[in-house]
């Protein structure tokens, strides 16, 4: 059946509980309809770092398997899922059973709030991870209602942790409409549409009013990459205006950097642990896209650019940030998906 896509992402009338999903904003979160995993409450936060896990493969079950085995050394207290959740095209409805085979299922024990970013194929439309049916990212919205672990009550939103007197606060961005690589044919979702510009405005806000010693801004796609899509302004090499990402590269440039003392970006299939410098002004910029691929074999966009503590194409893993008011600790694990053994490759402090 041939469908109108333009009409489809002008009109669109997605809802959940009588709340229209079109451009929602934190103001208009989705309300659950299942009982939640708390957050931490304490003084110390530990953080499970994952990103591009939604195949269901046996490789996601292998980091997830690890990540049990560290949750039961010393538990977790949330987790930050950096997109890609459902691969490869994205879920149809929020009852779409890959929810289950690749979310709920590989990540069963794992029972604290997962703090879900949004990625180019949770959005695909013709091809897979083309970002061009940005609606489709509603539906993962939409399952914020129904499952315990699963937070994602807008496109865009921040969680402070604890709630009060707060160690640190995550802004969980939504900046697909920027790197899509299918342009939306509606406007309201261009780069520099009204989304975007609706985003900037409440992230500048929340970011000012923020009381967290410590700001963390959560992407799918990163501002610096030595892995294959390379840097925002020159992903995958290319200097086409806007697929080659300029629009992200303005947006966390003008509205991230050197506000947030942590970006922490999926997208790459590789570890890194970037170090800082003068074009993110003290802004770490962290990529942990190897939760079920990696990024061996494929070109490199970003060829080794910038200086890293830690960086690796061909290992599958995750991170573990730790934070308190006094510092951030980081630990990088890489899995191996034979024999599921796991290793500590860095720990060091961020700050």
């Known amino acids: 059946m041939a469908l109108d896509r333009r009409g489809f992402l002008a009109g669109a009338a997605v809802t959940v509980a009588g709340v229209p999903l079109l451009g929602l904003t934190p103001a208009q979160a989705v309300t659950p309809e299942v009982a939640k995993h708390p957050f931490p409450s304490g003084e110390s936060v530990r953080v499970l770092v994952t990103g591009d896990a939604g195949t269901g493969t046996a490789t996601q079950w292998a980091v997830a398997d690890a990540a049990r085995a560290a949750h039961a050394r010393a538990p977790f207290g949330l987790a930050l899922g950096l997109g890609d959740n459902i691969y490869e095209h994205g879920p149809d409805g929020p009852g779409d059973v890959q929810f289950a085979d690749k979310f709920e299922h590989p990540n069963h024990g794992l029972d604290f709030p997962w703090l879900m970013v949004l990625g180019n194929h949770d959005n695909s439309s013709a091809l897979p991870g083309d970002g061009g049916w940005l609606l489709r990212g509603n539906d993962e919205v939409a399952y914020h209602a129904l499952s315990a672990r699963w937070w994602m009550p807008s496109r865009y939103y921040s969680v402070r942790v604890p709630e009060q007197n707060p160690v640190v606060e995550f802004f969980v961005l939504d900046i697909n409409p920027a790197a899509a690589y299918l342009p939306p044919l509606d406007p309201y979702w261009s780069g520099t549409g009204v989304f975007m510009a609706e985003q900037a405005a409440w992230l500048d ?81 962290l990529v942990s896209g190897a939760a079920a691929k990696t990024a061996t074999g494929l070109p490199a966009g970003g060829a080794g650019a910038h200086p890293a503590r830690f960086d690796t194409r061909h290992q599958l893993g995750f991170m573990v940030a730790e934070f308190r008011r006094g510092g951030i600790e980081l630990e990088v694990v890489t899995v191996d998906p034979g024999s599921g053994a796991a290793a500590s490759e860095f720990r060091g402090a961020l700050a």
Request: charged content about 20%; proline content about 7%; glycine content about 12%.
């Open 205 to 285: 806000r929340a970011l000012a009013e923020s009381p967290a010693r410590w700001k963390v801004a959560c992407t799918h796609q990163p501002f610096w990459s030595n892995g294959p899509h390379g840097d925002a302004g020159r992903y995958e090499g290319l200097t086409v205006e806007p697929v080659n990402g300029v629009h992200v590269r303005r947006f966390l440039d003008e509205h991230v950097l050197g506000r947030c003392q942590l970006l922490f970006s999926g997208h790459d299939h590789t570890l890194q642990v970037l170090e800082p410098g003068p074009g993110t002004r003290g802004t770490v910029q």
